[in-house]
C-alpha cells in the first residue's frame, strides 16, 4: 500500500432482485448511487491533475480490471455462502500464467486483501497467507447474502515494479435483502469507543480528514501502531465502489505524529457523490473498525453508523498475519 492516497475504479455489478435468493448464475445489472452518474472511462479528473494545495498527486487508477501492468487477479473462490465459514482463494499470476511468489512488503505485508459489499454495509480488511506455491488463502464469514468486491493490493519484488490494485467480484449466496446506505454524520460509537470525524472529502481537490478517538468521554492518548500506523483509511464511493486508500499525516516514530487521539489523513474524492469511510484503529490489543457515511461536494455530515469489531478480519493469527 502506498503512503499516500490510492484511487481505484470499476464498473459496478450487483444483483436486484428484492427479498429472493442471491445465487451463482443470478441475473446481475448495475447499480448507481442517485447522486453519482455511471462512469466507464479508466481516468478521472482527480487522477489527470495535482490533488489540490497540499502537493499530493493522485495516481492512476487501478482495481478497475482483473488484470494490469502483465498481472492477474485469479479468484478461485468466486462464490461463497452467506453465513457460513469458507477459504477465500486467489493466486496472482504474471504476464505468462505462473503463479507470483515473491512480493515486496508494504506496511509490514506483502499484500492487503480487502472485501466489500456492493451496498457498503460489510467491510474486512484481511491479511491472508500465501503457500509457496503462490496460493493466497484465509477464511472468511460474509453475513449476508449478496455482490462484493474484492481488492487484491500488492507490489511485486521485480524491480521497477509498482503498486498495484487488482479487483474481481465476489458473490455470497443466501436470501438476499439489500440494504441502504447509512446516513451521513459525524460521530460513530463503537466498542465503547467514540470515533469523531471533522473535515471533507471535495473533488479534485486534497483536504485534510481528521478523526478524533475517545473512550468513556475521555480523549485515547495510547493509541497503538497497527500496520505501521496509528490508523488506516479507506473510502468506497457508493455506486461503482471507486477506491481511496490513505495513510495517516505522520506515522510513529517519527519525531512528531502523537498516539492520539488525533488521526490526520490526506484524501481527493474523484468525484461528486457518497462515499462510506472505514477507520481501522488499535487500542488495548484489539482492531475496531468505526466507519462513515459522507458526501462529496456537499458539506460533511454524519449519523452513527454500524461498525464492530470484527475477528475474522483483525484476530493476529497466521491466516490473517495481524
Known amino acids: ?8 475504479a470499476f464498473a459496478a455489478a450487483l444483483a436486484a432482485t428484492f427479498g429472493t435468493a442471491y445465487g451463482v ?11 453519482t452518474p455511471p462512469r466507464h472511462d479508466t481516468h478521472t479528473e482527480a487522477e489527470e491533475k495535482d490533488g489540490g494545495g497540499t502537493g499530493h498527486a493522485t495516481e492512476p487508477a487501478g482495481g478497475l480490471q482483473i488484470s494490469e501492468g502483465g498481472y492477474t487477479l485469479d479468484l478461485r473462490t468466486p462464490s461463497v455462502t452467506a453465513g457460513d465459514r469458507a477459504e477465500l482463494r486467489f493466486v496472482i499470476r ?6 507470483v511468489t515473491s512480493y515486496r512488503r508494504e506496511h509490514e505485508k506483502e499484500l492487503h486483501l480487502i472485501v466489500a459489499s456492493r451496498d457498503l454495509v460489510t467491510y474486512r480488511h484481511l491479511h ?4 509457496a506455491d503462490g496460493t493466497w488463502s484465509i477464511p472468511v464469514n460474509l ?3 449478496g455482490g462484493y468486491r474484492v481488492f487484491a ?41 467514540e470515533v469523531r470525524l471533522d473535515g471533507a472529502l471535495r473533488p479534485g481537490t486534497a483536504e485534510e480528514l481528521g478523526l478524533k ?6 480523549p485515547v492518548t495510547d493509541l497503538q501502531p497497527y500496520l505501521g500506523a496509528y490508523g488506516h483509511l479507506v473510502a468506497l464511493r457508493s455506486g461503482d465502489l471507486a477506491y481511496l486508500h490513505v495513510h495517516p499525516n ?19 474524492a474523484p468525484s461528486s457523490g457518497s462515499y462510506r469511510l472505514f477507520l481501522d484503529f488499535k487500542h488495548a490489543g484489539e482492531v475496531h473498525t468505526a466507519a462513515f457515511t459522507v458526501r462529496a461536494g456537499t458539506a460533511a455530515a454524519a449519523e452513527p453508523s454500524a461498525a464492530e469489531t470484527r475477528p475474522e478480519a483483525h484476530e493476529s493469527t497466521g491466516a490473517h498475519g495481524h
Open 128 to 131: 491472508p497467507t500465501r503457500a
Open 153 to 193: 493490493d500488492f507490489t511485486p519484488a521485480q524491480k521497477n515494479a509498482e503498486n498495484l490494485t487488482l479487483g474481481a467480484d465476489l458473490a455470497a449466496a443466501g436470501p438476499y435483502e439489500p440494504q441502504r446506505l447509512p446516513a451521513p454524520g459525524a460521530t460513530v460509537k463503537i466498542n465503547g469507543y
Open 143 to 145: 453475513p449476508r447474502a
Open 94 to 99: 504474471d504476464d505468462k500464467g505462473r503463479a
Open 213 to 218: 478517538v475517545s473512550r468513556n468521554g475521555r
Open 1 to 8: 500500500m502506498h503512503t499516500g492516497l490510492k484511487i481505484t
Open 250 to 268: 505522520g506515522e510513529p516514530g517519527d519525531g512528531t505524529t502523537r498516539p492520539g487521539p488525533d488521526i490526520s489523513f490526506t484524501a481527493t
Open 25 to 35: 448464475g443470478q441475473g446481475i445489472g448495475p447499480v448507481v448511487d442517485e447522486e
